[in-house]
């Protein structure tokens, strides 16, 4: 197998938000011209990682680099450039409601380019086109199904050609037929535009039909990195319990918390602790 180099480089990466820690000495790669899937629990930090990827949250330690850019060391004119080579496609992709498609997919290119309109009107078209859309160019926000609506989100995240696309959970509340075919695209653009993708999701049926690699994420650092068939054919008991999606497992169901039996007592007026 040939190796690939990563576009992205997580090293010895310490990040809490305040007290609380979520990850400590983190080494994760996300190899350029891929899709890699980031799993694992709720509160595991994925969305955190895309927050690191993008430098809207910056390490206590160690570092997190883009090829050889120290992304949590740019100033903040060079996170600027940095941000615009990466897409972002947030859980509840928010269009602009008063604007109607065409005009959501023209805000960053009106916003952060002086191209003349008739420029923007092609790249625009062209980005609908990409995600099966061109035909709804008129319509509000309002006139969209849910899956059509992240599908305008996207071509609007991919509006300024990024090099990086992240996405945190492009599936949720979408049925099997838009998650197959926001997965297909994903999938597609990854490959049309040659760029590299990241994407955040639960759902391990359309992850693994999508990804290159799986970054399988549990108390703060990486359980597992491979193909989805090596965590398919893993023994670890920690990947087990996640692909076959069980409730009895090393992963705990409670966030740590103090002994029942001392909130109880609280609860109960006895504050004398
Ligand atoms: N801005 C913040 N301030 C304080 N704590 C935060 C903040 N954002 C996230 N956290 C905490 O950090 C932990 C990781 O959060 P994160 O959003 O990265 O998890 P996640 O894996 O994306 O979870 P989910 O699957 O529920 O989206 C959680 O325990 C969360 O409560
Ligand atoms: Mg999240």
């Known amino acids: 197998m040939s190796k690939t180099t990563d576009l992205i480089q997580f090293s010895a990466v310490n990040f809490a938000y305040?007290?609380?820690k979520i990850f400590q000495n983190l080494d994760v790669g996300f190899a350029a011209g891929k899709v890699t899937a980031i799993m694992g629990g709720s509160g595991s930090g994925k969305t955190t990682i895309?927050?690191?990827?993008?430098?809207?949250?910056?390490?206590?330690q160690g570092s997190v680099r883009c090829e050889a850019s120290v992304v949590n060391q740019m100033k903040h004119h060079e996170l600027f450039a940095y941000r615009k080579r990466v897409g972002m496609l947030f859980q509840f992709g928010a269009l602009f409601t008063d604007l109607n498609v065409f005009d959501n997919v023209a805000f960053p290119l009106r916003e952060q380019t002086?191209?003349?309109?008739?420029?923007?009107?092609d790249l625009v078209l062209m980005k609908l086109h990409a995600v099966g859309l061109r035909g709804a160019s008129s319509l509000m926000p309002a006139e969209l199904s849910g899956g059509m609506a992240r599908r305008v989100a996207l071509a609007r995240a991919i509006a300024l050609d990024p090099s990086l696309m992240l996405y945190d959970e492009p599936f949720t509340g979408l049925d099997p037929i838009s998650t197959a075919i926001t997965g297909n695209l994903i999938r597609t653009l990854n490959d049309a535009l040659g760029i590299t993708s990241i994407f955040v999701t639960h759902d391990i049926k359309a992850s693994f039909k999508v990804a290159d690699e799986v970054v399988l994420l549990s108390r703060g650092s990486v359980t597992a990195r491979g193909t989805p068939s090596d965590l398919l054919e893993s023994k670890d008991p920690l990947v087990r319990q996640f692909v076959n999606g069980e409730v009895d497992g090393p992963v705990p169901f409670h966030v740590p918390s103090k002994p029942y039996q001392e909130d109880l007592e609280v609860g109960m007026g006895r504050t004398d602790r």
Do not use: Y
């Open 50 to 60: 895309l927050k690191l990827i993008g430098g809207q949250v910056r390490p206590q």
């Open 114 to 121: 002086t191209l003349p309109e008739v420029a923007i009107r």
């Open 18 to 20: 305040g007290q609380s």
